[in-house]
């Protein structure tokens, strides 16, 4: 068994152990979910240590005959972009349970059930970044439906039954779409090479045009819901608003990744000339996103749904990047993922603490927070800065990465896409005037700033986003070899520099 085995499995034997746990120990409940989240982060860790970054090949490999009539197996290992999806996602979770620790209380069905689906959930995220078997990493997109679902249904807020079952339709409509591709794929395979859902053997495969571009649109439009992409993004808004806090930085900081993460490890490394064939249109459709999610988040009064619509934005650059099919795009796209992974956290778990204070999610109702919770108001003016990609902090690099590689092939829609900056200083510097700065609105004058445990959980965060913005260094290391050799595999290389005479 390989240590990402281990990492993979450990949060689900907490699930198993919480369930036989009495209920009424709510507070054993939360130290103990919060102690195995705490343990596989720092199994997370050493497993990067012992991670060679120049080495393109999967890593801690480990394959296992599943079900063999039908050549499926429990295979799983890691590269570089998946190795630091991991990480965020490990990294995150131990933050998420100490910064929401009252979260589940309200639930409909308590605070055991709450940490059981935290936990299952996390072990179907590491699940999804590390299957290198097709049928295996079908298995955790689809099951990651299940405590979503259930986190947004039972814990949420609002219209959040309509919310949860408005995922669940939009998430189940492009899975089947998928696994569609995934049959023809691997009946295909079977006439090739003997059928087979081994990734690096899928990639060998030779596919008549128009059946590679079926195959590819299955697999891309179940990613563009997953990430999300307009125009298929209008579950998310709606999920951001009823879900909790806690759930919302799951659902945008790490779940949505499966989207583009899916593009990179699936939609080109399997189908390259279906890749080639949509890129026009697919550069298109999130060059729309960057603005679209600009705009909507500009006219914004609920401060979840500015976060929502923020996040449609991101992912526009996100996919830019991945479809321009050049190394710094790529790297960029893919150090993005990880940015928007930590900032989107620190908004929503900063707004999740202001909300609960105010008794409201109106941004107009927090005016003047800077006078009376300072600490609170600083983290949340941080996260907003790296929001909106002031160099310094961690998101600029990564939209200047993105900008640049997409600049070189698609230089309009590389202009075009810069106007998403000059919106997204709007977005952000608007509501952080209403509510951090102004006169004190009255109800705020006796807020409370944020409490030790807060304060502890939100600093990673924080330390995070300004350490990536000064120095991306090693996470790029990680990330540029992977990056360039998706590139290439795909049959680009990047354009040539013009130099005039």
């Known amino acids: ?227 999300p992409l307009w125009p298929f993004h209008t579950w998310l808004p709606d999920a951001a608003k009823s879900a909790t806090p806690g759930t919302s930085v799951l659902l945008l900081g790490v779940l949505d990744k499966v989207g583009t993460y899916g593009m990179i490890r699936f939609c080109i490394e399997l189908f390259p000339d279906a890749s080639k064939t949509f890129t026009p249109l697919i550069i298109t459709l999130a060059v729309i996103s960057i603005i679209y999610g600009a705009f909507m988040a500009i006219g914004q009064s609920d401060i979840k749904g500015l976060i929502a619509f923020t996040s449609i934005s991101h992912f526009g650059f996100i996919t830019m990047g991945i479809f321009a ?22 908004l929503f778990l900063i707004a999740g603490w202001m909300m609960a204070r105010r008794g409201s999610s109106t941004i107009s109702d927090f005016g003047g927070l800077q006078r009376v919770t300072p600490v609170m108001a600083w983290t949340f003016f941080i996260a907003g800065m790296s929001g909106l990609a002031l160099p310094g902090l961690s998101s600029f690099v990564s939209e200047f990465l993105v900008l640049v590689g997409t600049y070189t092939r698609y230089p309009v829609a590389a202009v075009i896409g810069t106007l998403g900056i000059v919106l997204a200083a709007l977005y952000i510097l608007i509501p952080v005037q209403k509510a951090l700065h102004g006169p004190t609105t009255p109800g705020n004058e006796n807020l409370k700033d944020l409490n030790i445990r807060e304060k502890i959980a939100i600093a990673p965060v924080i330390l995070v986003i300004v350490l990536m913005g000064f120095y991306p260094k090693p996470v790029l290391d990680v990330i540029n070899p992977i990056s360039a050799q998706v590139v290439t595999n795909a049959g680009f290389t990047d354009p040539l520099a013009q130099v005039s005479k």
């Open 1 to 227: 068994m390989s240590l990402l085995t281990v990492i993979g499995v450990l949060p689900l034997i907490g699930a198993i152990i919480l369930a036989v746990i009495p209920s009424k120990n709510s507070e054993l409940i939360k130290r103990f979910a919060l102690g195995v989240t705490l343990i596989v982060a720092v199994l997370s860790i050493l497993l990067a240590t012992g991670f060679d970054k120049a080495d393109t090949k999967m890593q801690y490999v480990q394959s296992n005959s599943w079900i063999s009539s039908f050549n499926i197996n429990y295979a799983v290992g890691i590269d570089g972009i998946s190795l630091v999806l991991i990480l965020l996602a490990t990294i995150l979770l131990p933050i998420v349970v100490l910064a929401t620790w009252n979260e589940s209380d309200a639930g409909r069905w308590g605070v055991k059930s709450f940490y059981v689906l935290i936990l299952s959930l996390e072990t179907l995220m590491i699940g999804v970044f590390a299957a290198t078997d097709l049928f295996l990493f079908y298995v955790f997109f689809e099951a990651m439906l299940i405590p979503i679902y259930f986190l947004i249904g039972g814990y949420g807020s609002g219209n959040r039954s309509a919310a949860a079952i408005k995922f669940l339709l939009y998430s189940l409509f492009g899975g089947l779409l998928m696994l569609a591709s995934i049959i023809g794929i691997y009946v295909i395979s079977g006439n090739q090479i003997g059928a087979t859902f081994d990734l690096a053997q899928l990639a060998t495969l030779e596919i008549d045009n128009q059946t590679e571009n079926f195959l590819f649109l299955g697999f891309f439009i179940a990613f563009a819901i997953k990430a």
């Open 325 to 346: 099919m050049t190394s710094q795009g790529m790297s960029g796209a893919n150090l993005y993922m990880v940015n928007h992974g930590f900032s989107t956290a620190a």
